[in-house]
């Protein structure tokens, strides 16, 4: 049964405006139980079992970061960054009846203490369809900079 595309962008909208309110709680409901969440360091296909990365995390360390943003004691996001995030180019690359890949292009600026930062990549996502939306099983975020100092990747990419 083909994924219906306008359901997949929506989709991705609201899990970019979720990141953007710190609506932490909602965000993570959108995931998987089994999920993998991935942010390379340096290059885009290394092993992340052999090599650094940004962020590779499954559920539960996904739900102690969590807990951690909002427990306060995150003292690189307070005051939170505010955040405003572009998602486009959405491309449904492989579907079948239990998970679709889906690529997209994202931009996101960060504000925060005066200081503005721009991050830029692409995200491919594995969703799995659960009712009338989906729950994200894998997602990779592909930052253009991921090899250049980044100063404060503490929010949610």
């Known amino acids: 049964m083909p994924v219906d595309r306008h359901k997949v962008e929506d989709f991705l909208y609201r899990e970019a405006r979720l990141m953007d309110e710190h609506a932490y709680d909602e965000w993570l409901a959108l995931w998987a139980d089994d999920a993998l969440y991935w942010v390379p360091c340096n290059e885009h296909d290394i092993d992340p079992e052999r090599h650094v990365s940004i962020v590779y995390e499954d559920k539960a360390r996904l739900e102690d970061r969590i807990a951690r943003l909002k427990s306060g004691a995150a003292y ?13 180019n959405v491309e449904i690359e492989d579907e079948n009846d239990t998970e679709a890949t889906v690529r997209s292009t994202f931009n996101v600026t960060a504000l925060r203490r005066g200081r503005m930062d721009i991050f830029a990549g ?3 996502h594995k969703l799995r369809p659960e009712g009338d939306s989906f729950k994200i099983a894998y997602k990779r975020v592909l930052l253009i900079n991921n090899d250049a100092v980044i100063h404060n990747l503490t929010f949610l990419i």
């Open 122 to 124: 692409r995200a491919i």
């Open 76 to 88: 690189a996001q307070e005051p939170k960054s505010r955040l405003s995030r572009v998602v486009s």
